[in-house]
């Protein structure tokens, strides 16, 4: 028997609901109940080039925040959204150049997916997208994956905007009422002639007299493609009731959220143009952490990677020590290998230009925490990481510079400094994020599998 897709779907035209989605199952709970569930928790991470300087980064005791370290003294306003984590470290296996392990091993821990892709999959389906990947990477560092492929980042912040926001306005939810009127509006969306003609559900009694004529692998291959379907079907119904009840907050008049008016994004699609420039890199960082905040503020999405520093870059006025500009010349220069003395000049130089990174975040930070979500921040409703792919210039896999900002919805103990034993495992952290944001893993990465694996993939203490 001849079978054929086009085949198969001629004459499908029953009209059938869409079967409830699992994934609304907390917002129909709360329109059953009257309970506010409240603003979801958001995950990011936020990573810049060449590790640290760690004397100017890691206080020299742990417990409760003092005064900050040089590096961060920027965020000396935002101590109590703080928690700085030191003694993580990456092991195993190199992935070619010293940069390119570095990259492969940064967030994935050696694991085909990704701690950020992993917490997408948790959450991606709750929001119009399930992550963004944004900032400048080069071919070396590549941050994010997915099944063992790199997932690219998109550097130009047109097509970031045009990707968030294309055929919808930017619209702030009120939380206060978000959870019984998503309910509704999914209900509606069941109902609609443009969800509810599944082509799915049309053929599956079709589909059935077919499989008794499809050997083991055709049947295989048909299951597949009606789940693909399924798939998308779904993503309509998500889509089309996110969108009806975004023009009624719209119509309630909503606050919504501003953006610069950024009218010359086209020149910063040259990398180069930017690394070499401090004020036109400063300014790229601003615009980008604008889209970020946006990104989070209107529930475009729950999980963002941002690189957003380079190790080409060059930092003239940035860096007030020795003649050297170059980021990647100080770092290696200021992070001698064992046995030798760095150079105290350009170790400095490397100070001054992380410093210069962390006040251009601490900038994104204090816009978080201006945000009301009925009641809380939108700080107070994030769990960001600010880090390194890299633990110092030198290519150091030891005490990575870690720092989570957000309070996490109270899940964190912040205001303190966590110190745990050198080697622990970055990937416990990773075990504690992805716990935060719903996804139940007994281990990620090398976790349990590191030879210096320790507190049974986890982190105690840490909130």
């Known amino acids: 028997m001849n079978v054929t897709r086009r085949g198969m779907l001629r004459g499908a035209g029953v009209m059938l609901a869409l079967p409830f989605l699992d994934s609304w199952r907390p917002y129909w709970a709360a329109a059953k109940d009257g309970t506010a569930v409240g603003p979801p928790l958001r995950m990011a991470i936020y990573t810049v080039t060449g590790g640290t300087v760690i004397e100017a980064w890691k206080p020299a005791e742990a417990g409760k925040l003092g005064k900050l370290p040089s590096i961060l003294e920027p965020l000396e306003p935002l101590k109590d959204q703080l928690t700085l984590v030191s003694g993580l470290s990456h092991g195993g296996e190199a992935f070619g150049c010293a940069h390119t392990t570095c990259a492969r091993k940064h967030l994935a821990c050696s694991s085909p997916i990704s701690v950020d892709q992993a917490a997408a999959r948790a959450v991606g389906g709750e929001s119009f997208l399930p992550s963004l990947e944004i900032g400048m990477t080069n071919h070396q560092t590549k941050f994010s ?44 969306s069941a109902k609609s002639d443009s969800v509810e ?114 190790d080409n870059a060059m930092f003239p006025g940035v860096v007030t020590a020795g003649g050297e500009l170059q980021a990647h010349a100080l770092e290696h220069n200021g992070n001698a290998p064992k046995n030798q003395k760095p150079n105290a000049v350009a170790r400095e130089g490397c100070r001054q230009i992380h410093t210069w990174y962390t006040k251009l ?103």
């Open 197 to 310: 003609q599944s082509v799915l559900d049309a053929v599956v009694e079709q589909a059935q007299g077919l499989r008794r004529d499809l050997g083991t692998s055709d049947k295989r291959k048909l299951d597949e493609y009606l789940e693909g379907v399924r798939s998308v079907e779904k993503r309509l119904a998500f889509v089309e009731a996110r969108q009806k009840l975004e023009a009624d907050e719209a119509a309630a008049k909503v606050p919504l959220p501003t953006f610069p008016p950024y009218s010359h994004f086209e020149k910063y699609t040259n990398q180069w143009m930017v690394w070499r420039n401090p004020e036109m890199h400063g300014e790229y960082i601003r615009i980008m952490s604008d889209l970020f905040v946006l990104a989070f503020q209107t529930d475009t999405t729950r999980v963002i990677t941002a690189a957003l520093g380079e």
């Open 145 to 188: 994956y997915r099944d063992g492929a790199a997932l690219p980042f998109e550097m130009n912040p047109h097509l970031v905007f045009d990707r968030m926001f294309k055929g919808r306005a930017p619209a702030a939810p009120n939380w206060s009422k978000r959870q019984a009127a998503q309910a509704k509006a999914v209900r509606e």
């Open 361 to 463: 975040f601490a900038e994104m930070v204090a816009k978080l925490q201006k945000i009301d979500e009925g009641g809380s921040s939108l700080l107070d409703n994030c769990l960001i990481l600010y880090t390194s792919y890299m633990a110092d210039g030198g290519h150091g896999m030891e005490d990575y510079p870690t720092l989570l900002v957000g309070k996490a919805q109270g899940t964190l103990k912040s205001g303190w400094h966590h110190a745990y034993p050198v080697g622990t495992p970055v990937a416990n952290l990773y075990v504690e994020m992805l716990h935060r944001m719903g996804a139940k893993v007994k281990s990620f990465g090398d976790s349990h599998i590191a030879k210096k694996q320790a507190f049974d993939g986890r982190l105690p203490g840490l909130g």
